[in-house]
Each structure stands twice: as structure tokens, then as C-alpha cells.
């Protein structure tokens, strides 16, 4: 079965600096790999996928991820992170191979950027 | 022009009683989900169907019940409301077919039973 953590709960960054926010994933196949953004008191937002092709993916608000399929990992970056970035962040897998549409999620990283 | 629109976005009802959530997609999506976050902002996966047809039923239990009246709506019943089922519901839809595209959410439904 398909799994993804997100090692950290918090992430604190300053504004203007580059932001980094890491997920890893674990399916028995090549992943499907997604990012998606809560606002307070919203629903998720879809950010960018990895299905296939290069390994870094640029997606909405400047935000980008990199595939590592040697590490398993789809990190989420931003070079200049925004006091309006500060959200929940959840990493999300679908394996290609279960026959069925089913996306797991992280438990989610909140983001806080600071002035 | 909602997408995916859920009704009601907030319910508080009392232990016991029998309550539906209502979903419904106009993006012509073949499949639909329901998504549990608890406080601890967990997304867990529930139910999923696809063409009006149940294909994930996680471990839920059997007082949650999906019905799927046509491949546009899928309603949440909750029958004997619990303490524990306080949380924010959020349905989905997403497109079959290759490449596979994200899911598109609700604006989620806040249920709090007291």
C-alpha cells in the first residue's frame, strides 16, 4: 500500500528566504506525486504533480518540487518565501498500480512565515 | 460557478441524531471522494466512488454511509451522531483517465456534535 510522511509538523522561515518543506513517499511503483495548500478555515488547493518527465516541477505562487526517486522524496521549495505562504501543506501519493483512484495524504506540515 | 460545492459548510447537531452532507461536482469528473480531517488536521480517506460506484470503502464505521444518486453528487449520511465524529468532511472529485490530475475539494463541511 501506498504511504507518504512529512517529517516535520512546523516549519518557521523568515520572509525572503528560501523556504523548504519535505515529504517522502513509499509505493511499489512509480509515483504519482502531488502538493496541495489549506488556507484557514478552506478547502485544499492543488499546488503541482509529478507524473513523469523532469524531476523538478514548478507549480502555483512560485512554488516548485524536485523528484528524487533515489531518495524517495518530493520536497517542496520556494526561494523567497511570502508572510501569505503560511498555510498547511500536504503531500499526496497515488500509486499508478492499485487500479482505482485513491490519493493518500501526509499528515501535513504547517507553514509560518514571519515577517 | 463552484466546482465542487458541499452543503452545509457548518453543522453542530447533538449526539445521536442522523445527519447527511451533500456534494456535488459540475466538472464532469467521473470519480468522488469523502475525506475525514480530525483536529489534528489528519486527511484520512473514507469512501470513493466511481460512475456512481463504490470502489474504496476504508475503515469507517458502518453508521457512515455514501450514496451516490448519479455520477455528479455524492451525499455523507451519518446515522447515530458520536462525539468522535466531530470533524471537517471534505468531498472531492477527480478526472479518470491519463495524466492523472489532482482532486478538486469542497470548501469542507465542519460537523460538530455535541
Known amino acids: 500500500a501506498q504511504s507518504v510522511a512529512q517529517p516535520e509538523d512546523q516549519v518557521n522561515v523568515a520572509e525572503g528566504n528560501p523556504l523548504t518543506v519535505k515529504c517522502t513517499y513509499s509505493?511499489?511503483?512509480?509515483?504519482?506525486l502531488f502538493w496541495y495548500v489549506q488556507y484557514p478555515n478552506r478547502g485544499l488547493q492543488f499546488l503541482l504533480k509529478?507524473?513523469?518527465?523532469?524531476?523538478l516541477v514548478k507549480g502555483s505562487y512560485g512554488f516548485e518540487a524536485e523528484f528524487n526517486k533515489s531518495q524517495t522524496s518530493f520536497h517542496l521549495k520556494k526561494p523567497s518565501a511570502l508572510v501569505s505562504d503560511s498555510a498547511l501543506y500536504f503531500c499526496?501519493?497515488?500509486?499508478?498500480?492499485?487500479?482505482?483512484?485513491?490519493?493518500?495524504f501526509g499528515t501535513g506540515t504547517r507553514l509560518l512565515v514571519s515577517p | 460557478d463552484t466546482a465542487v460545492s458541499q452543503t452545509p459548510k457548518y453543522l453542530v447537531t447533538q449526539m445521536g441524531n442522523d445527519k447527511s452532507i451533500k456534494c456535488e461536482q459540475n466538472?464532469?469528473?467521473?470519480?468522488m471522494y469523502w475525506y475525514k480531517q480530525d483536529s489534528k488536521k489528519f486527511l484520512k480517506i473514507m469512501f470513493s466512488?466511481?460512475?456512481?460506484?463504490?470502489?474504496i470503502n476504508e475503515t469507517v464505521p458502518n453508521r457512515f454511509s455514501p450514496k451516490s444518486p448519479d455520477k455528479a453528487h455524492l451525499n455523507l449520511h451519518i446515522n447515530s451522531l458520536e462525539l468522535g465524529d466531530s470533524a471537517v468532511y471534505f468531498c472531492?472529485?477527480?478526472?479518470?483517465?491519463?495524466?492523472?490530475?489532482?482532486?478538486?475539494f469542497g470548501q469542507g463541511t465542519r460537523l460538530t456534535v455535541v
Open positions: 509505493v511499489s511503483g512509480n509515483p504519482y
Open positions: 466512488y466511481n460512475n456512481k460506484e463504490l470502489i
Open positions: 499526496a501519493v497515488r500509486d499508478p498500480n492499485t487500479g482505482f483512484q485513491k490519493l493518500v
Open positions: 509529478y507524473i513523469t518527465g523532469d524531476n
Open positions: 466538472l464532469g469528473h467521473d470519480t
Open positions: 472531492a472529485s477527480s478526472p479518470e483517465g491519463l495524466p492523472p490530475l489532482g482532486a478538486f
